[in-house]
């Protein structure tokens, strides 16, 4: 309750409304102390002047009557004249001072104090006025008339009461009308208010409807300057913040695909990190193990005495177990080759149905699975190094051979396709799992499988047959599916191409 | 005297033939596996007095092996040598301390230095 009174007080309208109470109350208090003061000039000074015309008439007749020395007519004449209204007393004073006769006999016989009394000095209700009585130029006494003030007082009462409810009514009439009118007033103030909260809500769209030409109109145009500049700067801010979004977006895209990369790149170096490693520990062992044999055996020959038979076996391992290191030490020197790609190719004519028998011949006399070889009797001509092609070939024989089991026939087939030949090599194997497709090319890599687990092998063969084809500017790939066996294709282009040397 | 048996595990046919020709010239009896599913099956009936045991064989490994020989209460007290092109320091302290294999040697190794190390092994 004090709380809003308070608020009430403070507010605008609040304070406004006391400024124009102040000045009505200020006003009105005024106009009333100014009626007051008036009123009261207006009706004595009418009543004075009824009185002195009230008293000269009187003094007329009774200065007849006297000077007639009629004293029953001014008996009766002071007689009617106490009956009329505010005529209380009516005396007749002798010229020496006394009271000769008086309509109150209360006044009679008594000494009177001549004098007028102060009409606006009065304390009690009646006001005395005397008048000479002269006719003729003889002074024939006094005439004392009392006037009774009541109803000129309840005449006054009762035009300021009046005055008072005119104020009272007035006054309240315009606290009303300023009520109204600062209501009026301020509506544009209000309506900005609101319009300002909008605004501040983000509704930048709307605006204030004031159209006078004052400081509320200057305002509001002010404040619709302010929501359009606001909507024109938000618009602004979001288009700028929907490209840089865009933009960052974009950068985090690239970004998130450079880290897809990176990882990537990462994964497959720590890959060929651990196929690294793996490949130091498979070459120590792939090299130690001929090395073991040729040195040991060495050496037994060297302190045993051993029959003939058994010595040449021995030379015999050494011999084989020499060749087996000279052939890795071959496939390593030839995958640093590769890599470093230093790895030169003869340019000359090879005929591939040739080479393809040539390769195959000696693979099909040894045990394990029997090999067909399906290839016409000649094959448009290639150019590249007989050797390395030739090894190629028989490095995916022998795989083949390790994975097909003996029963099955291993096919080598070729044909002529869009300038390039194709050679395919089938086998009845297990067939390529899945997980190892990818990596099936790249060097070092051993299959996880228990063929791969059971030989030994440097994980180089097929790496290196992947450079050499593709140094021919050919492709090699594998179709497979498992447990139907696997087919090994290499395709190579036809003789217009010559290599660089 | 009964001469001293020595098991030689390796899936090498041609380190098998080079250890045993020479043990045996050493004057021990020979026993060979190539691989550790045949070793286990001739440790079940042959008492041995030494295994000569190579790391890199497929299946059942030289590790996994000596772990299994090491568990098995019948053949406490047997000597075991880990052979292998296995080099590192790392694979030494493996052999030694967590297979309790009771000397390593690498490969390429000299013949004399096998048949003295298998003598002081035999010897205590």
């Known amino acids: 309750m004090k709380s809003a009174l308070s608020n009430i007080l403070h507010s605008y309208k609040g304070k406004w409304l006391i400024a124009i109470f102040s000045l009505c109350l200020g006003v009105f208090l005024l106009l009333i102390a100014d009626r007051i003061v008036l009123t009261r000039q207006f009706i004595y000074e009418r009543e004075i002047q009824r009185i002195d015309h009230v008293g000269g008439l009187l003094t007329n007749f009774i200065g007849d009557n006297l000077f007639d020395n009629d004293t029953n007519d001014v008996r009766k004449i002071i007689a009617t004249a106490t009956e009329q209204p505010d005529i209380t007393v009516i005396s007749l004073i002798t010229p020496a001072r006394t009271v000769r006769y008086s309509s109150d006999p209360a006044f009679e016989k008594k000494t009177t104090p001549f004098a007028d009394s102060k009409i606006n000095k009065l304390t009690n209700d009646i006001f005395y006025k005397t008048f000479p009585i002269a006719y003729k130029n003889a002074n024939l006494g006094f005439l004392q008339i009392g006037f009774s003030l009541h109803s000129i007082r309840q005449h006054l009462s009762i035009s300021l009461y009046r005055v008072f409810i005119l104020e009272v009514v007035l006054f309240f009439a315009v606290l009303f009308i300023a009520w109204g009118i600062t209501g009026r007033l301020l509506k544009p103030l209000y309506e900005m208010k609101e319009v300002s909260n909008k605004i501040a809500g983000g509704n930048f769209s709307i605006r204030a409807h004031s159209t006078s030409h004052d400081i509320i109109g200057d305002l509001a145009a002010a404040l619709n300057n302010m929501a359009l500049q606001l909507g024109d700067l938000t618009d602004n801010m979001k288009i700028r913040i929907q490209e840089a979004t865009g933009d960052l977006l974009f950068s985090n895209n690239q970004l998130l695909n450079k880290s897809r990369e990176l990882e990537e790149s990462n994964r497959k170096l720590k890959e060929l990190d651990r196929l690294k490693s793996d490949f130091v520990s498979m070459v120590s062992h792939e090299l130690k193990t001929p090395l073991t044999s040729i040195i040991g055996f060495s050496r037994t020959l060297l302190t045993l005495d051993l029959p003939v038979g058994q010595t040449r076996n021995y030379l015999g391992i050494i011999e084989s177990e020499g060749k087996r290191l000279s052939g890795l030490i071959e496939e390593y020197l030839d995958i640093s080759k590769i890599e470093a790609g230093e790895f030169s190719l003869k340019n000359e004519p090879v005929d591939l149905a040739a080479l393809i028998r040539e390769a195959a011949e000696p693979l099909s006399l040894d045990a394990g699975p029997a090999l067909r070889v399906e290839v016409p009797a000649a094959l448009p001509p290639i150019t590249g190094d007989r050797e390395h092609l030739k090894q190629v070939v028989i490095n995916l024989v022998d795989n083949a051979k390790k994975y097909s089991p003996p029963s099955e026939e291993i096919v080598i087939s070729s044909e002529e396709l869009d300038h390039a030949v194709i050679v395919r090599i089938k086998d009845n194997g297990p067939g390529i799992k899945e997980c190892d497709r990818e990596k099936l090319f790249d060097k070092f890599f051993r299959g996880s499988d228990p063929v791969a687990a059971r030989t030994r092998g440097s994980g180089l063969g097929l790496a290196i047959a992947k450079g050499i084809i593709e140094a021919h500017g050919g492709s090699i790939w594998a179709e497979s599916v498992p447990g139907k066996g696997s087919v090994f294709c290499f395709r190579l282009p036809l003789s217009e191409r010559s290599f660089p040397p | ?124």
């Open chain 2, 1 to 124: 005297m009964k001469p001293s048996t020595v098991l030689i595990v390796d899936d090498d046919q041609n380190i098998r033939e080079l250890i045993s020709v020479n043990l045996r010239s050493a004057g021990y009896a020979v026993m060979v596996a190539a691989d550790g599913k045949d070793a286990m099956e001739l440790l079940g009936s042959a008492a041995v007095d030494l295994i000569i045991l190579d790391i890199m064989m497929p299946d059942i490994d030289g590790w996994e092996l000596c772990k299994w020989i090491r568990d098995e209460p019948r053949l406490e007290g047997v000597k075991i040598l880990m052979l292998t092109a296995k080099g590192t320091d790392r694979d030494k302290l493996i052999g030694r301390e967590i297979f309790k294999a009771d000397d390593y040697m690498t490969k390429p190794f000299e013949i004399d230095l096998l048949q003295q190390t298998v003598s002081r092994l035999l010897n205590g």
